[in-house]
């Protein structure tokens, strides 16, 4: 637990989280596959294809190669996309498809580096199209997320902007560390993937979550801590969670109200036989 709060007077500090597989349960990008089969984006064969590296992804996550040909596939596949509509769609299922694979850890672990008076950033690989609105969701006060470029006509050309991975999300950190006044010593980082390490050694506290092999690997031989999400849960059960009394708590308020009826209709009837014997 991070009860510990941040010293007003000294730096700024900041907890830094991979998305998928750290914060939600599956590739964020590939989650929308159905949507953009139905928005007219894709064809079946590309969401058979998405839904077979979803698998892959999920077995045994995806090391530097398999990542670069991910990569190559999805700019190839995006390019002709009209942004706007990739938008719309995004906005338009983003609670069905991501609030129910949110893991109920991650989301806690953000509300403590908020408690503690810490900023969250999420940092993925992912379009910006998509981790945006998601890190809005979750409540994050700022997005790393690989961007494409975008062409006059308002389409995605299939060339990439800026590519948010490896080496590349460190270089992201330290950036964000001189404009906003981050103490890396002290910030936190999670990520599931070795190719996260980079990241993750670039801070002061470094968490390996759900880590491949790879990086558990790494992580047991610097003594990094280790932790294991695995309760997807939507947040409006979480906030439902947290506003209802314990069930102790509601069944003495229904004694208490059951107790004050009861005294109201004594009191009633006394007040009634009262009056009737005065008259």
Known sequence: ML?????????????FFDLDKTVIAKSSTLTF???FYHGGLINRRAVLRTAYTQFVFLAGGADHDQMERMREYLSALCKGWNVQQVKELVAETLHDLIDPIIYDEAATLIEEHHTAGRDVVIVSTS???VVEPIGELLGADRVVATRMVVGDDGCYTGEVEYYAYGPTKAEAIKALAVSEGYDLARCYAYSDSATDVPMLESVGHPHAVNPDRALR???TLREWPILTFDRPVRLK???SAFSLPPRPA???????SAAALAAGVVWYAARRRATTASA
């Not at 009860?3 to 907890?15: C, M």
């Open 3 to 15: 009860w510990h709060v941040e010293n007003r007077f000294l730096p700024r500090t900041a907890a």
């Open 33 to 35: 596959s159905k949507s």
């Open 127 to 129: 379009g910006a199209e």
């Open 217 to 219: 690997r790494e992580a």
């Open 237 to 239: 059960q979480r906030l």
């Open 250 to 256: 509601l069944m003495a308020a229904a004694a208490v």
